[in-house]
């Protein structure tokens, strides 16, 4: 997911960030669990003030969008009611044992389909 | 009628007394060698020195440009160009290292000196081989530009490897690990097994082909994070295609290393194979050399089927396919 600063918007970009993580989320480009830049990285790549990103992260927060889980980073916090938030977990942590294990992601589905089915 | 009369050298030498003395002998092939490494560092010092010229650096950015099949906008020309020229200098600089290293390693004509056995070929092509990958790789890796654009964008979550190599790639250089650190191994084991081997270039080759196995196993374990590393650590910032040919020259990184590994593997296992066949043979040297003989042939074919196979595929394309399609210079 590519993230788009216009330095000549009206708007400003800490929002122009908040609005375009706010939407991938919204659209499932970014699942639950995965993992955000940091502050600073994010900042860096787009040439801001790390204020300025650290301040889109905060709004993401407290809108529920993303966590930030302590020195481990920013998150994408599990959205929807309980049921579907301990569905979004259970398929980050499925993707990433099947990626341990060595399965490419198409693999990974064929078994989905499959427990689906079965 | 003309009678010609041929005589072999030998004997034209032993009759006029033309004999030619080892140290003179030797002599000119030291002198020989010397002229040819002196103007082979000349040539790189002058590519060197043309990284700063503008016209050959133009020459470098199309070719690039045309290898990896993406259009090159007006907006990151000059930054794109310093970069690629970075690269080129320390693919360079690398191949200078890499001769100096070599010549180093060497024996000199009069004195022996620490003799790697069986190692020791793979040590000098391989050597190389690796200055001129590894330099490509630092000076690609070194440096990064701001290009200045209205607009400036970022990935929210890296590429993986499989993003920025092509399969056939990834898969020539984890069959490369596996046989460098495999096959070292069970030459070694085997030569314990044994008790050692009479011959000195066996005893002494086992062990460091082992080590050297063992290293490019390592580096390609490490692959997977030195991704995610380049990938987060963008080379050019800026707008999309400053992010583009980011990917591009992260890709072309990566690739080099993997031709490294692979490069490596394959000729650390290759001699360890005759390694093996020379300590299996002992007292048959007949029977020794048709195994290292067919070993060398068959291996040699697979090396050769499996570069084609890779080159076939234009692997260096990869980036554009997947992650650039729209800026493709020739449609696929």
């Known amino acids: 997911m590519i993230v788009t600063v216009d330095g000549s918007a009206s708007t400003p970009p800490y929002e122009q960030i908040r609005v375009q993580v706010r939407d991938a989320v919204a659209e499932g480009q970014l699942a639950a669990g995965a993992k955000l830049p940091t502050v600073r990285a994010l900042a860096d790549e787009l040439g801001l003030a790390v204020n300025t990103v650290a301040r889109a992260y905060r709004e993401l927060e407290t809108d529920g969008i993303i966590e930030t889980r302590g020195r481990a980073g920013s998150f994408v916090a599990p959205q929807g009611d309980a049921g579907q938030q301990q569905a979004q977990v259970a398929a980050r942590e499925f993707v990433e044992r099947a990626r341990r294990l060595g399965l490419d992601d198409a693999s990974a589905l064929d078994l989905v389909r499959a427990a689906q089915r079965g | ?332």
């Open chain 2, 1 to 332: 009628m003309v009678t010609v009369q041929t005589r072999d050298a030998s004997e034209v030498f032993a009759q006029e007394g033309i004999w030619i003395p080892t140290e003179v002998f030797f002599g000119s092939l030291a002198g020989a060698l010397v002229v040819g490494v002196l103007t082979f560092v000349a040539l790189t010092v002058w590519q060197l020195v043309t990284t700063w010229h503008d016209a050959p650096r133009e020459k470098l950015v199309n070719k690039l440009a045309l290898q990896v099949n993406m259009t090159v906008s007006d907006e990151i020309r000059e930054a794109l160009t310093d970069q690629v020229a970075m690269r080129e200098r320390g693919r360079l600089v690398g191949n200078i290292i890499a001769l100096l290293v070599l010549l180093a390693l060497s024996p000199p004509v009069t004195t022996g000196v620490a003799n790697l056995g069986l190692a020791a070929a793979p040590i000098a092509v391989g050597l190389c081989f690796a200055g001129i990958q590894l330099g490509a790789f630092i000076g690609g890796a070194m440096g990064r530009r701001t290009v200045a654009t209205k607009e400036s964008v970022a990935r929210l979550q890296p590429l993986g490897l499989a993003d920025y190599v092509h399969p056939h790639e990834r898969r020539m250089a984890l069959v490369a690990a596996i046989v460098a650190v495999s096959i070292p191994t069970l030459a070694l084991v085997a030569l314990s097994a044994l008790g050692g081997s009479p011959l000195a270039e066996v005893a002494v080759g086992a062990p460091v082909l082992a080590a050297t196995g063992l290293a490019v196993g390592a580096v390609y374990l490490a692959l997977p994070a030195i991704a995610k590393r380049l990938s987060a650590r963008r080379i050019l910032r800026g707008g999309t295609d400053a992010l583009a040919w980011s990917d591009a020259l992260t890709g072309r990184a990566l690739s080099d290393l993997h031709w490294l590994i692979a490069f490596w593997g394959g000729l650390v296992a290759f001699v360890s194979l005759q390694t093996l066949g020379l300590a299996l043979s002992t007292g048959a040297p007949d029977q020794a050399a048709v195994t290292i003989n067919i070993v060398s042939y068959v291996a040699l074919g697979i090396v050769l089927a499996t570069i084609l196979i890779v080159v076939i595929q234009s692997p260096e394309r990869h980036v554009q396919r997947t992650l650039w399609p729209e800026l493709a210079i020739v449609a696929e």
